[in-house]
């Protein structure tokens, strides 16, 4: 097991747009692995393979919801491998969206609040699933990530470039700091 690093904004890799999966290898299996210990090391609740710099259509999500309020978090490890939605609904939600390649950042993102997605997990196994809540708003964070596109991609210019100089201003201070 390995922690990998995370690439963060504006590194070009991440608009690149990632390519399916052929192969179910033990090196897959390792990535997938590296990918949790590196997405519960952040900590986050999903990591897309583009932001440890592989462009694969593979991404990993633990949400890490308690069973009952006030319990506590029970891990869920979930898999994706060459993930498609398939139906959206017209209804949206709100959420304030956090990214480990914008870190630190958070802004208000309407997505389609239920979603129907097809994907293979990490056995190859085929799923067709209906999700809503935060799995779906999370699947289609991590989404995007295939696709080059970050969360700030859906705010509006004023909102993209406050996030930007609020990040920009919050690395300032770290590299006073050190
Ligand atoms: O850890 C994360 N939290 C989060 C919060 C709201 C919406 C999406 C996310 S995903 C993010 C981790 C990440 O950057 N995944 O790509
Ligand atoms: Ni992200």
Known sequence: MALLPIIET???RLRKVSTPVETFDDALQTLIDD????????????????Q?????????????????EG??????????INPEI???????????????SVPDQY??????????????DRDGKAHDERLEGLLAICLQ?????????????HLSRLKRDMVLKRLAKAR??????A
């Not at 319990?71 to 994706?80: D, I």
């Not at 802004?107 to 293979?120: F, G, N, S, T």
């Open 172 to 177: 300032k201070e770290t590299a006073k700091a």
């Open 71 to 80: 319990g506590k978090p029970v891990r869920k490890p979930l898999v994706f």
């Open 86 to 100: 398939v139906e959206e609904s017209e209804e949206v939600q709100t959420y304030s969206e956090g990214c480990l």
């Open 141 to 153: 964070h991590e989404m995007d990530h295939l696709q080059g596109i970050l969360f700030i991609d």
């Open 107 to 120: 802004a208000d993102v309407q997505r389609p609040a239920v979603i129907r997605a097809k994907w293979l």
């Open 35 to 50: 990918m949790f210990e590196t997405m519960y090391d952040a900590p986050g609740i999903g990591l897309a393979a583009i």
């Open 52 to 68: 440890v710099g592989v462009p694969q259509r593979l991404l990993v999500i633990d949400l890490q919801e308690p069973e009952e």
């Open 10 to 12: 504006p590194d070009p």
